[in-house]
């Protein structure tokens, strides 16, 4: 019984609707990043590394042993360095398209949280903050003057 009070208490805080906010966010985020970098980044990326493919870079430590009939005996023992290569490249310009994405999003949340700048429409939370900060400040003002 006590479990299920737990649980009770952790759905109905919001704790399991946020995180399942953030999964669903988080999935269309990388879908967004996903179609960045394999249709806007990597296409003039190709154009650079002239059909260079990394993955099928590696270094044979051993070479395959085949029979009289061409059949392999003894499979190759490679280490695929071009993979790793690879896998690092994607990481970089994933990282790097993310941090544009997220710099982007963070200019535009400062400027909708700019009570000064018209030209987005300030969330309520932050226009009443600023109304109570300006009416501190005027109450503060006529305090100073009144003991003086």
């Avoid at 269309?28 to 990597?42: A, E, G, H, P, R």
């Avoid at 941090?99 to 963070?106: A, E, Y």
């Amino acid at each position: 019984m006590k479990l299920i009070k737990e649980f009770q208490e952790f759905a109905v805080k919001g704790n399991m609707i946020d995180m399942a906010v953030g999964i669903i966010i988080g999935a269309s985020f990388n879908k967004v990043i996903d179609v960045l970098v394999k249709q806007v980044f990597m296409p003039p990326l190709s154009l650079l590394s002239e059909g260079i493919h990394f993955q099928d870079k590696v270094w044979v430590l051993r070479d395959e042993i085949k029979d009289a009939s061409g059949a392999v005996i003894t499979e190759a023992v490679t280490v695929g360095y071009g993979a790793l290569i690879e896998a690092l490249l994607d990481f970089l310009i994933i990282g790097f398209t993310v941090f544009l994405v997220v710099k982007f999003m963070n200019r535009l949340r400062k400027k909708s949280q700019d009570p000064k700048d018209k030209t987005v429409e300030t969330p309520k939370d932050i226009q009443l903050l600023t109304n109570i900060n300006e009416s501190l400040k005027v109450q503060t003002e006529l305090l100073k003057q009144q003991t003086k």
